[in-house]
């Protein structure tokens, strides 16, 4: 129980969190008026931190199981 809570539940709350990470960027975006380009860079820092954490998970998963 405790590795599948290790395994899949820091990955599903920190799903979660990238969500709730969306919601608040939308929402600063919208309360500071930052027009279509300050949202755009807002979203694109923001996306660049999940590509990120996706990627981590990608290499993780390829090294534990023989890929690289």
Same mark, same amino acid.
């Given at each position: 129980m405790d590795?599948?809570?290790?395994?899949? &539940?820091?990955?599903? @709350?920190? @799903? &979660?969190?990238?969500?709730?990470?969306?919601?608040?960027?939308?929402?600063?975006?919208?309360?500071?008026?930052?027009?279509r380009? &300050?949202?755009?860079?807002?979203?694109?820092?923001?996306?660049?931190?999940?590509?990120?954490?996706?990627?981590? @998970?990608?290499?993780?998963?390829?090294?534990?199981?023989? @890929?690289?």
């Amino acid at each position: 129980m405790d590795q599948w809570l290790s395994d899949y &539940g820091v990955t599903l @709350g920190v @799903g &979660g969190l990238m969500l709730f990470m969306v919601f608040i960027v939308w929402d600063l975006a919208r309360r500071s008026d930052a027009g279509r380009f &300050g949202t755009f860079v807002l979203f694109l820092a923001l996306a660049m931190g999940i590509v990120g954490f996706l990627i981590k @998970g990608a290499i993780t998963y390829l090294m534990e199981h023989g @890929g690289i």
